[in-house]
């Protein structure tokens, strides 16, 4: 998506992103969070990934990439884990995904019970 298309976007819609992360649980590598902006397709079934069968998943992966408006993600790498903690660092990412969206969010539905600090 080009720069002018996304601004020309946040001044006709409401704009809302889906937040979530995946690496918070293993005890080594980075954690990565992304935020994504679909077009007015909702795909169905859409849930906790963890709770989605394998096929189902990639089902659902193929359909938010194809009805995908804006895409951001953010990285976290274990050295900045250690100095933070992990709750912290997955907020971490989670902003930076947000902040790389070309499009700024009115709102933000985390995948989780905190909010992004600063957003």
């Not at 169905?44 to 804006?70: T, V, W």
Request: charged letters at 25%.
């Amino acid at each position: 998506m080009h720069k002018k298309q996304a601004l020309e976007l946040t001044r006709k819609a409401y704009i809302i992103a889906g937040v979530d992360e995946a690496g918070r649980g293993p005890l080594a590598g980075p954690v990565v969070a992304a935020a994504v902006v679909l077009n007015d397709y909702l795909p169905p079934g859409l849930k906790d990934s963890k709770l989605l069968l394998p096929k189902k998943r990639e089902k659902l992966y193929e359909l938010i990439l194809a009805n995908a408006f804006d895409i951001g993600v953010g990285i976290v790498s274990p050295k900045v884990i250690d100095g933070l903690n992990i709750r912290k660092a997955t907020l971490l990412a989670m902003l930076v995904a947000v902040e790389s969206l070309y499009v700024r969010p009115d709102k933000i539905i985390v995948d989780g019970v905190d909010t992004i600090p600063g957003l």
